[in-house]
């Protein structure tokens, strides 16, 4: 003992400590004995100290008691030892059960720890041994769940599912790792958990037991009563080591106790098995005694079985020798030749003769296709026999077999020379269907017995798997060569029909007639050999013939003769003139004598011109209205045509009638596309146009410099006032129509007229830098223009309009205005000083604004009017233009460009 660990010695030390009770008293004249007891702990975590009551009494009493608690313990050990070493040998016995191994562990353990903890016999034993021998105490302990587990869990292992069993295993080996890692003062504190896990475990095993009972195991009720009072002792045990209780430790007989149980659940098992053991033996020992009656009996069946082995191994070798017949590659008659030698041929039915037919499929007849022995008279008569006539006709008509042996009424054929015989008359079935007749010939007062029938009957049964197989061979044959032809029709079918589906989608893509002509052309010559084609078209307007396509060796001249030629619908067409009319196909492959008669000039043309001497002519029709005709024919004639290549071609025909209406309406429909076309670009320029068609409107657009061109005449009202209503308009349309023409000679845009006023622009709807000059230099065309007409009309005594003619440039905005009736119109400031330049200009001269002079001063002489008064605008700077400059003039009058202008032209 001492206060520091290091010098501390641990152990547990019981003793039995004698009293000299008298000499102590004398001494001490307090009448009073005082013990005292040192203690230390520096190495269980449980706690240290006296655990237990002193016991004081007399020495014999004592010692006594002590000698009596190591003899039970001892008595206990051995008892346990020696059933954990039983168990050890019954499992290395019968290796089958793995319960007795978990128990025997379970055992020595129990054996280990009553060594280690009571009055701990091994540290007596071994002194000074406290570390070593905890650590087996509670290693013991920790290990005594999981092996208990596992050997509960073997005994009644349909009550303890294989995944809770190994829970409660791993969570034992668990409690072992701070045991193993950690000092004994530390480990020792897992006491509580360990009881508690024990507690556990042990409720667990109770729920077990108690579902084995109620399912009736066999030992389950014993065995739940040595557990239940075990587990009392358990629970006392825990209770007394948590000092709750004081008493005496009772773990070492409780367990004996259940040992015990254990063993008479052993006890009834082996009984159990011995009983069945017993019964066995028994059962051997009566098997033993009849055996050898058994073997006789068993040796008369053998040699019965062997005997009708070798019969049906003579059988089966006469079926394989048929089933080798029906392998060969002879006809069938010649395969029921040789069946039939093999049956008369067998000694044990006695046949010489026999003959085998076959049902008529067409009628309810029986054909005789083999035969051996039979006499003349019977190969005439019985060659084609009705069904129910004689004895092969009744077999054949009941279906069953007809056995006689001697000639009776029943028997029809009859000749002289007949000899006494029986028959054995077999129809030949094939699923209840009646395929033919097996006739045999057996002697007369021939005694039928029931093998031979079945062997007849197995034959037959063969005879009729060949026949079928052969007949089915036949029309397999047939079939497959139908059906060749068949896949042969339906590969051209599809080729067919796969040319009609790109033909279609080709008129569908294409309005040009003349390639969807060429496709069809191309497929015709492949499919039948034509090589002469004409499409003949229907004009319904005027009511003719007239040709559109053809393909062909054909000279121009009959080229020529092809094309010019027009016919009316009238019967002097001839033959297309009745195709048109009876709106059907007309093929003729030798037509020479009807197109002799014929007047028409078309007939006449392709039998002296072309030498042909078939007609095959297909109408081209569209909802009963005919388009056109097709001609297809071959310099020398035609081959004979099948009518499935007629039907092709009529097929394609009728692709080809869709290809040339839609072609007829694609046309009419261009020329009323373009007629509109240009009526719309009467109306607007050619961009705005495009725009407008493509998004439905066109937007506003702001330009920056713009030339804008106002005309009038002076005096229009006064000289209109002379005129009819036709010369005032076909002067101003003459006069009109020629600005329309300076104007689009120099890029200007005409915008509108109003009465006698032409309005246009340039530098719209295209941007350009030249637009002032463009319209100086169409202002001074239209000025000449005008000058000269009014000489013209001076000349003829007429007077004429004078021409006010005014320009100014600057920005504004172009758009197109109305929905219906669209126009193309310019808006700003612009526009209204354009109009205030006509309105103050002089008639004959050119009056522009100053913005217009800055941008053509280069080119064209100006004359400055100076700062001139303009309605609503106030004073405005206008020039006169009096021609181009010299420099850039061919003519003195300076009104034609020279190549310098040209050069310098649209320079900025």
Not at 46 to 66: A, C, E, F, K, M
Not at 488 to 515: D, G, R, Y
Not at 721 to 742: H, N, R, S
Request: hydrophobic share 40%; with cysteine.
């Amino acid at each position: 003992m001492s206060e520091k660990e290091e010098s501390t010695i641990p152990g547990f030390n019981p003793k039995l400590v004698l009293l000299d009770k008298e000499n102590i008293l004398r001494k001490n004249q307090t009448r009073t004995i005082e013990l005292i007891f040192k203690v230390s702990n520096h190495h269980n975590g449980y706690g240290g100290g006296i655990w237990h009551p002193i016991q004081v009494g007399d020495y014999h009493t004592l010692s006594n008691r002590i000698q009596r608690t190591a003899i039970i313990d001892f008595f206990l050990l051995g008892s346990i030892l020696i059933m954990g070493l039983y168990h050890f040998g019954l499992y290395f016995l019968r290796k089958k059960d793995p319960s007795t191994l978990w128990f025997g562990i379970y055992c020595i353990l129990i054996s280990i720890r009553i060594l280690l903890t009571g009055e701990k016999y091994l540290e007596r034993l071994v002194p000074n041994s406290y570390k070593p021998l905890t650590f087996l105490e509670y290693i013991s302990l920790v290990l005594l769940v999981p092996v208990f587990v596992n050997f509960i869990y073997y005994i009644f292992p349909e009550e303890y599912t294989n995944r809770v069993r190994k829970g409660f295993v791993w969570v034992g080996y668990l409690f072992t790792l701070p045991i193993l890692l950690l000092s004994s003062f530390y480990y020792t504190k897992t006491t509580t958990s360990i009881q508690v896990y024990i507690l556990i475990t042990s409720f667990f095993t109770i729920y077990g037991l108690v579902k084995a009972t109620l399912n009736r195991r066999q030992g389950a009720k014993t065995f739940l009563g040595g557990f239940l009072f075990f587990f009392v002792i358990i629970i006392h045990d825990i209770l007394h080591a948590q000092l709750i209780i004081e008493s005496i430790p009772l773990f070492a007989p409780g367990l004996f106790g259940f040992i015990f149980s254990q063993a008479a659940v052993l006890s009834m098992r082996f009984s159990s098995a011995f009983n069945i053991s017993e019964n066995l033996s028994n059962d051997l020992e009566k098997l033993n005694s009849s055996l050898e009656q058994k073997v006789a009996e068993r040796t008369l069946q053998l040699e019965i079985q062997s005997r009708e082995i070798e019969d049906n191994y003579n059988v089966q070798k006469v079926l394989n020798s048929i089933l080798e017949i029906s392998l060969q590659n002879i006809s069938l008659n010649e395969q029921m030749d040789k069946i039939l030698k093999i049956i008369l041929s067998l000694e044990w039915i006695a046949a010489d003769k026999g003959s085998i037919f076959l049902k008529d499929k067409n009628s309810e007849h029986l054909i005789m296709i083999s035969n051996f022995g039979l006499h003349e008279h019977l190969l005439s008569a019985c060659a084609y026999l009705p069904l129910g006539f004689c004895f092969c006709g009744k077999a054949a008509s009941e279906k069953r077999i007809i056995y006689r042996n001697q000639l009776d009424e029943d028997h029809n054929v009859t000749y002289p020379e007949i000899e006494p015989h029986g028959h054995y008359c077999i129809p030949i079935l094939y699923h209840h269907n009646l395929l033919g007749v097996l006739n045999l010939y057996v002697n007369e007062g021939h005694i039928r017995i029931q093998k031979e029938e079945k062997v007849l009957s197995s034959i037959v049964n063969v005879m009729a798997g060949i026949i079928q197989q052969k007949w089915a061979e036949e029309e397999l044959k047939d079939a497959q060569l139908i059906a060749e032809k068949a896949k042969e029709k339906a590969l051209i079918a599809q080729k067919e029909t796969t040319f009609l589906n790109e033909f279609a989608k080709t008129i569908n893509s294409s309005h040009i007639l003349e390639e969807t002509f060429t496709m069809a052309v191309t497929e015709l010559f492949k499919k039948i050999g034509a090589d002469l084609f004409i499409l003949q078209l229907v004009n319904p307007d005027k009511n003719e013939f007239f040709v559109r396509c053809s393909a062909g060796y054909l000279t121009q001249e009959q080229n020529l003769f092809l094309t010019m030629t027009i016919y009316p619908i009238k019967p002097e067409a001839g033959t297309p003139y009745l195709t048109f009319s009876q709106k059907r196909t007309t093929y003729l492959r030798h037509a020479g004598l009807l197109m002799k008669n014929s007047s028409s000039r078309f007939d006449t043309f392709f039998i002296e011109k072309l030498k042909l001497t078939t007609i095959f002519q297909i109408p081209l029709i569209v909802q009963e209205d005919v388009k056109g005709i097709m001609h297809i024919n071959k310099f020398g004639g035609l081959n004979k045509l099948s009518k499935d290549e007629i039907h092709f071609c009529e097929s394609l025909c009728e692709q080809l009638a869709i290809a040339v209406n839609n072609s007829h309406l694609y046309e009419l429909t261009e020329k009323e596309r373009q007629k509109s076309e240009n009526l719309l670009l009467n109306i607007l320029p050619e961009d705005v146009a495009k725009e407008l068609k493509e998004k439905g409107s066109y937007e506003p657009v702001l330009f920056e410099s713009v030339s804008v061109m106002f005309t009038d005449f002076k005096g229009f009202t006064q000289i209109a006032e002379k005129l009819t209503p036709q010369e005032l308009v076909k002067d101003l349309d003459t006069c009109f129509v020629q600005f329309d023409k300076i104007s689009e000679k120099y890029n200007l845009e005409k915008l509108k007229t109003i009465g006698d006023s032409y309005m246009c622009a340039g530098g719209i709807p295209r941007k350009n830098k030249t637009h002032a000059i463009d319209c100086i230099l169409a202002a001074l065309e239209i000025q000449d223009f005008m000058n000269m007409m009014k000489s013209l009309k001076e000349e003829m005594g007429f007077p004429y309009w004078e021409l006010r003619l005014g320009i100014h440039s600057g920005p504004l905005v172009a758009g197109v205005i109305g929905e219906r009736k669209f126009a193309y119109d310019v808006w700003g400031d612009t526009v209204n000083t354009a109009s205030r330049m006509e309105s103050s200009g002089t008639p004959g001269k050119i009056n522009i604004s100053g913005a217009t002079y800055g941008l053509v001063k280069v080119f064209f002489d100006c004359e400055y009017r100076g700062d001139v008064a303009a309605k609503n605008k106030g004073m405005v700077q206008m020039y006169y233009v009096d021609g181009l400059k010299p420099e850039f003039s061919k003519d003195k009058e300076g009104r034609v460009p020279n190549g310098r202008f040209w050069e310098m032209y649209g320079i900025p």
